[in-house]
Structures are given as structure tokens and as C-alpha cells.
T-cell receptor, first 111, second 112 residues
Framework: LAKTTQPISMDSYEGQEVNITCSHN???????ITWYQQFPSQGPRFIIQ???TKVTNEVASLFIPADRKSSTLSLPRVSLSDTAVYYC????????????FGKGTKLSVKP | SAVISQKPSRDICQRGTSLTIQCQVD?????MFWYRQQPGQSLTLIAT?????????ESGFVIDKFPISRPNLTFSTLTVSNMSPEDSSIYLC?????????FGSGTRLTVV
């Protein structure tokens, strides 16, 4: 499974757009990019998954450049409740769930 | 997506004892996964539990310390055996929904 590198922490203010970038230089052809969100005292929650270009859902957007060596999770207009740790994972979309987590990015949203 | 019920939610245990954590899923799943999250750290996969066969353990985890049962397609248990303070962690079960994993709320274990 490809290793990922993310910033350890980020600060933002309510109403701002937050972009968290993840590097995965040795991503394999069949690897997907998946992001999870974890609040304190809870298990991680799936946010979004993509393979290339752009994916958008009701929570976030995921931007993946053509070389797929990085990806950016975009959270529009964050609120205090978006304060959490965000994990970027790269692996075979059909790996059936044995996920390998990196250190994640701790996002702090301030009023 | 699947709903996972995990219990106990927390426990404080004496060293040398064992604790069994239960994970119930509201739908049938082929594989269930057990993770450990040590204080302030990321998640580490302990093992993958298949129904009808022995669990597959990741490097650094052994069956004698973390025996797993998987009696049917909706249920699994993880036992933390002969506990020491180093086993104090959050233990989570997880299933693959086909669109990412769903996690239980975790069991916060403190060993004293």
C-alpha cells in the first residue's frame, strides 16, 4: 500500500475554505484515494473517495491531478464542528477494508 | 451503510486480566477488521476476521494476545489477554461497506 504524507496540523476560521493536501508519490495504478474524518472519542468516518480528476459530494470535494501523486481534500465554508483529524489513505479500491492509516491532519477551526 | 454496535464503550481493567470486546453489525459482511488506536496516535490494524476461518494478524500482533472469534457473518469478538498498561488504547471494529469502511464507536480500555 502506498505511503501518504500530510501536514500534521492546520488552523482555519469559520466560513473559510480549507484545503488539505496529501502526497502519495508511489501510488499504484489500481489504487484509490480515500479520506476519513475522525472526531474525538469516535471511530473514523468515510468522507470521500476518488481515482482521478475531481469528485464532489455533499460534504467535500477531492481534487486529484493527472499524475495522481497527490490529492487535495477541500472543505467548503468550515464550521467549528469540522474540527477533527483527517486521514488520507491510498490503496486498492478492492482491498476489502484492511486500511492502513497514516498520521492524519488535525484541523482546528476557530470562531 | 452498515451500523456497528460495539461494547463495552469503555472499561478499566486490572493488569493480568482479559477483556472481550464485542462487535455486532446490522448486516452480513464477509470480513470484519479490528484496529487499535493508542493515545494521540493513528489507527493500527490488528487483524482481519473471516467467518469460518482463523483471523489474519498483522505484524506485531499475535493470536495468543488478541484472540478473535467470528461465529457468524454479523458478529465478532476481540479479546485482549493478560493485559498490561501498554494495552491501554481504543479498540475499534470496522467493516467494508463497498464505499469506504464503517467503524464502531470504539472501546476505550484503561489497564491499571
Amino acid at each position: 500500500l502506498a505511503k501518504t504524507t500530510q501536514p500534521i496540523s492546520m488552523d482555519s476560521y469559520e466560513g473559510q475554505e480549507v484545503n488539505i493536501t496529501c502526497s502519495h508519490n508511489n501510488i499504484a495504478t489500481n489504487d484509490y484515494i480515500t479520506w476519513y474524518q475522525q472526531f474525538p472519542s469516535q471511530g473514523p468516518r468515510f468522507i470521500i473517495q476518488g481515482y482521478k480528476t475531481k469528485v464532489t459530494n455533499e460534504v467535500a470535494s477531492l481534487f486529484i491531478p493527472a499524475d495522481r501523486k497527490s490529492s487535495t481534500l477541500s472543505l467548503p465554508r468550515v464550521s467549528l464542528s469540522d474540527t477533527a483529524v483527517y486521514y488520507c489513505l491510498v490503496g486498492d479500491g478492492g482491498s476489502q477494508g484492511n486500511l492502513i492509516f497514516g498520521k492524519g491532519t488535525k484541523l482546528s477551526v476557530k470562531p | 451503510s452498515a451500523v456497528i454496535s460495539q461494547k463495552p464503550s469503555r472499561d478499566i481493567c486490572q493488569r493480568g486480566t482479559s477483556l472481550t470486546i464485542q462487535c455486532q453489525v446490522d448486516s452480513q459482511v464477509t470480513m470484519m477488521f479490528w484496529y487499535r488506536q493508542q493515545p494521540g496516535q493513528s489507527l493500527t490494524l490488528i487483524a482481519t476476521a473471516n467467518q469460518g476461518s482463523e483471523a489474519t494478524y498483522e505484524s506485531g500482533f499475535v493470536i495468543d494476545k488478541f484472540p478473535i472469534s467470528r461465529p457468524n457473518l454479523t458478529f465478532s469478538t476481540l479479546t485482549v489477554s493478560n493485559m498490561s498498561p501498554e494495552d491501554s488504547s481504543i479498540y475499534l471494529c470496522s467493516v467494508d461497506t463497498g464505499q469506504g469502511n464503517t467503524f464502531g464507536s470504539g472501546t476505550r480500555l484503561t489497564v491499571v
